[in-house]
C-alpha cells in the first residue's frame, strides 16, 4: 500500500485549518441547513456570545477543562431536538471542525471539552427528558440526562 506523501498531508491540514478559521463558515452552514435559522440561533453559542464561557462551564467538574491554557470550542450548540442534531454535523464537517458530543456529565476523561483541531460542541443539556412505563418494565433516558432529574410517567403515581 502506498503511503501519502507529506505535502499531500499538508494540504489536507492546511486546507481544513484555513476552512475552520472562519467560524462563520459553519454558521452560515447551519443558517443554510435550516429554513427557519431563528429556531436554532437560540442555541447556538460563539465566543461572542455573552453566555458563551457560563455554558461551557456549565457542567465541567474536573476544574484541568475549565483552564485559560485549554482549547476552547468554536461553538457549543445545546439542540432542542435530536432532529437538529444531523445538520448540526454536517456543517462542522463542512467547515472542517471536529465534533465534540457533551451529555449527562459523566465524562471523566474530559473528551467533551478539548480537541488539537478546532471543534465544536454539541451539548446535550436540553436532549435530557426521563420516561418510565410501570406497567411495560421499560424506560427511556436522554442522552443528556443527569443524576437526579425529575422523570414523568405513570409511575409517578405510585
Known sequence: MKTPTISLILLLILSCSLASSAAGDFLQCLSEKFDNYSSISNVVYTLNNSSYTSILKYSIFNLRFATNSTPKPQTIITPEHESQIPAIIHCAKEACL?????????????????????????????????????????????????????????????
Open 98 to 158: 471536529e465534533v465534540r458530543t457533551r451529555s449527562g456529565g459523566h465524562d471523566f476523561e474530559g473528551l467533551s471539552y478539548v480537541s488539537r483541531v478546532p471543534f465544536v460542541v454539541i451539548d446535550l443539556i436540553n436532549l435530557s427528558e426521563i420516561t418510565m412505563d410501570a406497567e411495560s418494565k421499560t424506560a427511556w433516558v436522554e442522552a443528556g440526562a443527569t443524576i437526579g432529574r425529575k422523570w414523568s410517567g405513570d409511575a409517578a403515581s405510585k
